[in-house]
């Protein structure tokens, strides 16, 4: 199936910033929501940040006012900005993109990114 390509994992010094991004095939039509999650060893993957199509954002209380979700639809693509970085942030960062596949009874399928690694140093 079709994968989504992440890019700009890394590590970083607590307090720094990365940007992560992630593009879809051009030709994937019908999509919804953009999202990044992030597992970190040993816990359960979590939902970190969520872009609407019309380009409403959350977040996981962990990041709030931290990160910040963007996308560019004309690209495919779906950003993550993330400031003030903490140790606690070291995770394996996936991004997923919700595509609509029909209707009566609305079909959603998620195409996932292959993961970007994202260590932060104390």
């Known amino acids: 199936q079709v994968q989504l390509v992440e890019s700009g994992g890394g590590l970083v010094q607590a307090g720094g910033s990365l940007r992560l991004s992630c593009t879809a095939p051009?030709?994937?039509?019908?999509?919804?929501?953009m999202k990044w999650h992030r597992q970190a060893p040993g816990k359960q993957r979590e939902l970190v940040a969520e872009?609407?199509?019309?380009?409403?954002?959350s977040y996981a209380d962990a990041v709030k006012g931290r990160f910040t979700i963007s996308r560019d639809n004309a690209k495919n693509t779906v950003y993550l900005e993330m400031n003030s970085l903490k140790p606690d942030d070291t995770a394996v960062y996936y991004c997923?993109?919700?595509?609509?596949?029909?209707?009566?009874?609305?079909?959603?399928?998620?195409?996932w990114g292959q993961g970007t690694q994202v260590t932060v140093s104390n």
């Open positions: 997923a993109v919700e595509v609509l596949l029909g209707w009566a009874p609305v079909v959603k399928y998620n195409y």
């Open positions: 051009a030709n994937i039509s019908n999509i919804n929501a």
């Open positions: 872009v609407t199509k019309s380009g409403s954002t």
